[in-house]
């Protein structure tokens, strides 16, 4: 079945530890995207993808990072410089990017709490 | 700065009602607007995407509407059922997708 897998769907993190969220996806996707929800808020973008080896900044792109080695694979590195790391995380893909215009499909989600 | 609003942030409804949910935004120049269910913990779903040039879009028992000029989406879910409970989400299309912070929809058997 083609898909999104997020890995793990629950992590806890230490103050000042690093902490890497993984996204896969076998849909043939071009682009991919991070968002980060918190309750009460629409999703908000962290980074996207539209191409291998290439990624932008989102709205709220400090204190994480990304990289796109692979077409299938978007990890996220939440950083101890993101001060309220706390949230829902969800990883998204779509045909390409196209200003946004495609339809996304999303992963299950990863629930990063800090300790 | 497109801004995408949902109101109410919350509904209770009895099974077999027809309810409208409604999603409205400042900015009309889009691409399109989605529709996507969140289960409880969950990962979202995609429902309906309606194109600026559209409309309205049918899936089953849900119908999107749009209209641009005014800014307003309306998903309207018919003879809704205790599975319909989740929090539905619009979002618009501008360059990137614009959320609203969502509807939580609970149906009561």
């Known amino acids: 079945d083609g898909g999104i897998t997020q890995s793990p769907k629950y992590l806890f993190r230490k103050e000042g530890q690093n902490v890497t969220l993984s996204c896969e996806q076998n849909?043939?996707?071009?682009?991919m995207y991070w968002y980060r929800q918190d309750p009460g808020q629409g999703l908000r973008l962290i980074y996207y993808?539209?191409?291998?080896?290439?990624?932008q900044k989102g709205d709220i792109a400090e204190g994480y990072s990304v990289s796109r080695e692979k077409k299938e694979s978007f990890p996220l590195t939440v950083t101890s410089a993101q001060k309220n790391p706390t949230a829902f995380y969800l990883c998204?893909?779509?045909?390409?990017?196209?200003?946004?215009?495609?339809?996304?499909?999303f992963g299950p989600g990863t629930r990063l709490t800090v300790l | 700065k497109q801004e995408v609003t949902q109101i109410p942030a919350a509904l209770s409804v009895p099974e077999g009602e027809n309810l409208v949910l409604n999603c409205s935004f400042t900015?009309?120049?889009?691409?399109?607007l989605q529709w996507f269910r969140q289960d409880p913990g969950k990962g979202l779903t995609s429902l309906l995407l309606?194109?600026?040039s559209q409309r309205e879009q049918t899936s089953g028992r849900l119908n999107a509407s749009l209209d641009k000029s005014s800014g307003r989406s309306t998903l309207y879910i018919a003879a809704s059922q205790p599975g319909d409970s989740a929090t539905y989400l619009c979002a618009v299309s501008n360059y990137q997708l614009i959320w609203g912070a969502g509807t939580k929809l609970i149906i009561k058997p």
């Open positions: 309606i194109q600026s």
């Open positions: 998204a893909s779509s045909t390409n990017h196209q200003g946004g215009r495609n339809e996304q499909f």
């Open positions: 849909l043939n996707h071009d682009a």
């Open positions: 993808s539209q191409i291998v080896n290439d990624f």
């Open positions: 900015d009309s120049a889009i691409y399109n």
